[in-house]
Nanobody
Framework: QVQLVESGGGLVQAGGSLRLSCAAS????????MGWHRQAPGKQRELVAT???????VYADSVKGRFIISRDNAKNIVYLQMNSLKPEDTAVYYC???????????????WGQGTQVTVSS
């Protein structure tokens, strides 16, 4: 089995910064894409950013120029540096990873439990 554990959420004032981390552990042979999604109250979950194993990243238009996704392949960790935060960034942030299982060699997308980010105005 594979587990994803997020950390780094919290309360911050508008204009501030937060850094989220997500560590993958378990039966991991390899990790392909990793990413972050978010879900605000009453809204659907939406993509924030993704990054491939080779480091190619894609961002939602709403966070371009403010958020930076990165990963440490040796430690199986993905980060989300969030700068110039706005109240509309308030949401539960979920990480996900496309993992090839070391026991079955099948690829499955796993999700973390979510971490709350609240931006006050």
């Amino acid at each position: 089995q594979v587990q994803l554990v997020e950390s780094g959420g919290g309360l911050v004032q508008a204009g501030g910064s937060l850094r989220l981390s997500c560590a993958a552990s378990g039966s991991i042979f390899a990790i392909n894409a990793m990413g972050w999604h978010r879900q605000a109250p009453g809204k659907q979950r939406e993509l924030v950013a993704t990054i491939t194993g080779g480091g190619t990243s894609v961002y939602a238009d709403s966070v371009k120029g403010r958020f930076i996704i990165s990963r440490d392949n040796a430690k199986n960790i993905v980060y989300l540096q969030m700068n110039s935060l706005k109240p509309e960034d308030t949401a539960v942030y979920y990480c996900n990873a496309n993992v090839r299982n070391s026991l079955t060699f099948r690829s499955t997308v796993y999700w973390g439990q979510g971490t709350q980010v609240t931006v006050s105005s």
